[in-house]
């Protein structure tokens, strides 16, 4: 199997596990693999992924969640115990070569009580990662103080698909520690697939300190493959727009100014979301090519720089 073969693979079960393990959203999937020169560089290989998120979904941006309890402080032994054996039996069931949807609902109708079994089956190293995947997802929707002290442990698991299981349960605690440790471990996290989700969990809460972060990952030198642009790179430039903030303006017209064509499409897409939203009134010429299209934002930047948040670091 070739590289270009490994990495089209990689992407096709980053896009089943989106699809599996986020019932809660909407999903529109774009496999694209094209052959885009960058400046110098040659041909570059760029499978391309757009995952689309209803935004309305952010805890963070607009419904405050309530506090969190601690199972074990506030729950009778033997309920526990009860759903426990319950657990266990639907997990023990459940089979791996299917969607776990049904498994899932099962267990959240157990209610908080199953949470400490769940967390023993997420952390047991000897278990299927499908039903540690299973477990991440349900102590995600059942919170509780110990649900979220286990998910952030499980940012650093061995693991990489565990990692992205806790990226993703992680979104239904959009605590400012949270937030900060999301930040820690995605600097550091060298695999594409987990940074793609700790990206769509950032989106889904849409805390402004996020942009900064997200955007100066633009060019981690894991983002590319012998100097090609990695289809993660696109997946950033639209991050960058999910937030409508203009504070990510600045790092999306930082692109255009570098001739970053290979992520052109995602940056212009973003910007004008983030215009659009805004400045309604804003005119943004259709008809043009990439080129003069990249030009004419280049001087409206030069126009209207002034009016918004000076970028304390740029993307080097």
């Known amino acids: 199997m070739t590289r270009r073969d490994e990495w089209i693979k990689l992407t096709a079960i980053l896009v089943l596990i989106c699809i ?45 969640l309530p506090k969190y309890t601690s199972v074990l402080e506030n729950l ?9 054996k319950r657990v266990e039996k639907i997990l023990k069931d459940y089979d791996v070569k299917k969607p776990f949807v049904p498994e899932l ?8 009580s199953a949470v400490p079994r769940l967390i023993d089956f997420y952390k047991a190293q000897n278990e299927k990662w499908e039903k540690r ?39 239904h605690y959009p605590d400012d520690d949270v937030i900060d440790k999301i930040h ?16 769509d969990t950032l989106t889904y809460i849409r805390d402004p300190k996020s942009i900064q972060v997200i955007a100066s990952n633009l060019n981690d030198p894991n983002n590319f493959y012998r100097g090609r642009n990695l289809w993660i790179r696109n997946v950033i430039a639209t991050a960058l727009g999910k937030f409508n903030n203009r504070e990510a303006i600045p790092y999306l017209i930082e692109i255009l100014n570098k001739k970053d064509s290979a992520i052109y499409r995602e940056t212009l897409d973003s910007l004008k979301a983030i215009i659009t939203e805004s400045k309604p009134g804003e005119k943004i010429p259709k008809d043009l090519n990439k080129e003069d299209i990249r030009k004419w934002w280049l001087s409206w930047w030069d126009k209207h720089k002034k009016d918004y948040l000076t970028v304390k670091e740029d993307l080097n």
Not at 23 to 47: D, H
Not at 76 to 84: C, G, L
Not at 135 to 149: P, V
Not at 185 to 193: G, L, M, P, Q, Y
């Open 20 to 64: 599996f393990s986020c019932k809660e959203r909407k999903f529109e999937t774009n496999l694209e693999v094209a052959l885009t020169p960058l400046p110098s560089q040659g041909p570059t290989l760029i499978p391309k992924i757009k995952i689309e998120v209803t935004p309305s979904a952010s805890p963070k941006a607009e419904t405050p």
């Open 76 to 84: 009778k032994v033997e309920d526990i115990e009860y759903a426990s």
């Open 105 to 112: 609902k099962k267990i959240e109708e157990l209610g908080l």
């Open 133 to 171: 995947w299973v477990s991440a997802m349900a102590i995600g929707t059942l919170r509780s103080k110990e649900s979220k002290e286990a998910l952030i442990q499980g940012l650093e698991d061995d693991l990489s698909l565990i990692r992205s299981a806790a990226f993703i349960a992680l979104r």
């Open 184 to 199: 820690k471990i995605f600097k550091k996290e060298k695999s594409i697939a987990v940074k793609v989700h700790a990206i």
